[in-house]
């Protein structure tokens, strides 16, 4: 994940001051154990200042709204409490090439703040701290005691100190170029390395798209730079430094903007200075390596760094499902397997009698001290050798034989309806495991994480998952099914979890649709919207068969047999698990996977182009 550097904070805070300072706070909610939101009122509108202090992902920018679920967080009440009705005056910066600021608070603009909120964007150390007028801690996102850091404490009550400041030399402006390639091939190595190692400000990232710009390969030698490569690389290393003063002096110029947007006598803009874009490993905000330009860095950076942690949570939630069913299939699958041993072992009740019935009927037959005795079968006449307790008579060796009887007739009337139960269980389990195969990727859409998230809450709605005080409270909406074309054109809709298999069959689907499953194979419902009076051609059904095929545990089979039937002839039973339903007047089709995933796939690309 790429981390907020020096240039993206400047850009990033150039921005929020041009459009959002001052601000009228008026909530502050906590979305998670790292990220707060503060609603700001301006004259132009609303917005929620997004603060993280993740250790991978600091940052500051505009964000979405957060949910509508109750914020129970201590750290955001107490921010509540105290920043509540007062006005955002200033976003400053506590020193050069610092990447700590100073939000500060007071009741209206034009006074001295009130409070500070000081958003310390330092990699695993970053935090928030707010304090008072006098400098004095209030409350901090985490504090850090004696036994956590002999350096720098942060503890209520304690006056605020400034990070250590970061060792090594500050770029600058005024250094010539000689002095400049001097420094950075002091010491051979990779260009960008040696630029890192030689200035303080830069990210590796910046540095690589900065070396990338200048037309070299950031992996290149110092020793094997041109004259002319020097040249290149100097006048970007300018181009950057001018960037990051233009937006200080801007800043410097307009310390109390009266209008918005924020823009200086002549008209400009300090967003200006900055072109925010994509790259094809992040982003950037200098114009470097763009692919597709952003709107805004406050756009840019809410997009990418939502997308990446959502991207991790998938990830993250795909594994811990993933395993749990694995665990809670291996143990039903064994459950069955001795369940199944047990009925055998009853299938032998009726030898039992009848073994008991012989010795009866031949009850003069027996001698004392016999361990065993043969005799012929009633039906058959073929004979039938019976062991024997020598220490009794023959009339207690059938009883012994009809008390197994009664016992195994018992054991079998015991264990089929928990056979019954438990191949139900792993029917249900099957069927989540085939939705988590389907959605074993992460395509960059709240979508996909939704639907994780909805099989989650399903399992736990089940008992198979215990619900955790940190389930992710950032997504209300519902996911929605996957949709495509047949050849026909009429619409395929397919479940991507049991509860939109749930609302598929029992709820969107009408009296003239066809409802898809493969048969006796745990897999998604589908379902094709028919028009009253259209009938489906014989390549629509196939292609929804091909589907159904896919998107489900036979997908790797060559073909599937899939049965479809009108909606109004699926039932669920009662008391069934989600994503169960039986039906009938079906009919069959053979469902080829391989075809369904090139359907998925050419759907994709077109998608994209």
């Known amino acids: 994940?790429?981390?907020?550097?020096?240039?993206?904070?400047?850009?990033?805070?150039?921005?929020?001051?041009?459009?959002?300072?001052?601000?009228?706070?008026?909530?502050?909610?906590?979305?998670?154990?790292?990220?707060?939101?503060?609603?700001?009122?301006?004259?132009?509108?609303?917005?929620?200042?997004?603060?993280?202090?993740?250790?991978?992902?600091?940052?500051?920018?505009?964000?979405?709204?957060?949910?509508?679920?109750?914020?129970?967080?201590?750290?955001?009440?107490?921010?509540?409490?105290?920043?509540?009705?007062?006005?955002?005056?200033?976003?400053?910066?506590?020193?050069?090439?610092?990447?700590?600021?100073?939000?500060?608070?007071?009741?209206?603009?034009?006074?001295?703040?009130t409070w500070h909120l000081y958003v310390e964007i330092i990699g695993k150390y970053s935090n928030l701290i707010l304090t008072d007028a006098d400098n004095l801690i209030v409350t901090t996102a985490h504090q850090v005691s004696n036994q956590q850091s002999s350096v720098r404490t942060i503890q209520t009550g304690q006056p605020y100190e400034l990070p250590p400041a970061l060792t090594g030399t500050s770029p600058s402006l005024t250094e010539p170029y000689q002095s400049w390639k001097e420094r950075v091939s002091l010491i051979p190595g990779a260009v960008a390395n040696q630029l890192l190692k030689s200035y303080r400000g830069l990210s590796p990232t910046l540095a690589r798209s900065m070396v990338q710009a200048a037309g070299l390969d950031p992996k290149q030698s110092t020793q094997n730079l041109e004259e002319s490569d020097w040249q290149n690389l100097f006048q970007r290393w300018q181009k950057w430094l001018q960037t990051l003063l233009n937006v200080s002096k801007f800043s410097t110029d307009n310390p109390q903007p009266t209008n918005l947007p924020y823009s200086n006598a002549k008209g400009e803009q300090p967003a200006n200075l900055f072109q925010p874009g994509w790259t094809n490993q992040g982003y950037t905000v200098m114009d470097w390596g763009i692919v597709k330009p952003a709107k805004n860095i406050q756009t840019l950076l809410n997009a990418y760094y939502t997308n990446q942690f959502n991207q991790h949570e998938f990830a993250r939630l795909h594994n811990q499902l993933t395993q749990k069913l694995n665990n809670n299939l291996r143990k039903l699958r064994q459950k069955a397997s001795s369940f199944n041993e047990r009925l055998q072992q009853s299938d032998q009740a009726d030898q039992s009698r009848e073994k008991a019935d012989l010795l009866m009927a031949y009850l003069q037959d027996w001698q004392p001290g016999m361990k065993s005795i043969t005799l012929l079968d009633f039906e058959t006449n073929q004979p039938v050798k019976i062991p024997l307790n020598p220490e009794k008579n023959a009339v207690q060796n059938a009883q012994a034989f009809y008390k197994r009887h009664q016992k195994l007739k018992r054991t079998r009337d015991a264990v089929e309806p928990?056979?019954?139960?438990?191949?139900?269980?792993?029917?249900?389990?099957?069927?989540?495991?085939?939705?988590?195969?389907?959605?074993?990727?992460?395509?960059?859409?709240?979508?996909?994480?939704?639907?994780?998230?909805?099989?989650?809450?399903?399992?736990?709605?089940?008992?198979?998952l215990e619900a955790s005080a940190q389930r992710s409270r950032n997504l209300s909406d519902v996911s929605q099914p996957y949709r495509y074309q047949t050849p026909s054109g009429f619409e395929l809709l397919i479940g991507r979890n049991n509860r939109q298999n749930d609302q598929l069959t029992f709820r969107t689907a009408g009296d003239y649709d066809l409802w898809f499953h493969t048969q006796e194979i745990a897999g998604s419902h589908v379902l094709l919207r028919l028009e009253p009076g259209t009938v489906a051609d014989p390549a629509d059904l196939q292609f929804a068969a091909d589907l159904a095929a896919y998107n489900s545990r036979g997908c790797q089979s060559e073909q599937v047999p899939v049965v479809y039937t009108k909606p109004k002839y699926v039932y669920k039973p009662k008391g069934a698990k989600p994503g169960m339903a039986i039906y009938k007047h079906e009919q069959i089709l053979w469902g080829r996977p391989d075809q369904g995933r090139d359907y998925v796939m050419k759907s994709a690309s077109t998608k994209k182009m």
């Open 418 to 464: 928990l056979l019954k139960e438990v191949q139900d269980e792993i029917q249900y389990l099957e069927q989540v495991e085939a939705s988590l195969t389907q959605l074993n990727t992460y395509y960059n859409t709240l979508d996909d994480l939704q639907t994780l998230q909805e099989i989650r809450e399903e399992l736990i709605g089940q008992g198979y």
């Open 1 to 113: 994940m790429q981390p907020v550097d020096y240039t993206t904070l400047t850009a990033a805070c150039s921005e929020l001051r041009a459009t959002w300072v001052p601000g009228r706070t008026e909530q502050v909610y906590q979305r998670d154990r790292y990220t707060i939101a503060i609603a700001l009122r301006t004259l132009n509108g609303r917005g929620w200042l997004t603060i993280c202090w993740h250790p991978q992902a600091a940052r500051i920018c505009i964000g979405d709204p957060p949910p509508r679920v109750p914020d129970t967080f201590t750290f955001s009440d107490q921010l509540r409490h105290q920043l509540g009705g007062f006005a955002l005056i200033a976003i400053e910066t506590i020193a050069p090439w610092e990447r700590v600021l100073d939000l500060q608070f007071a009741k209206r603009p034009g006074e001295a703040p």
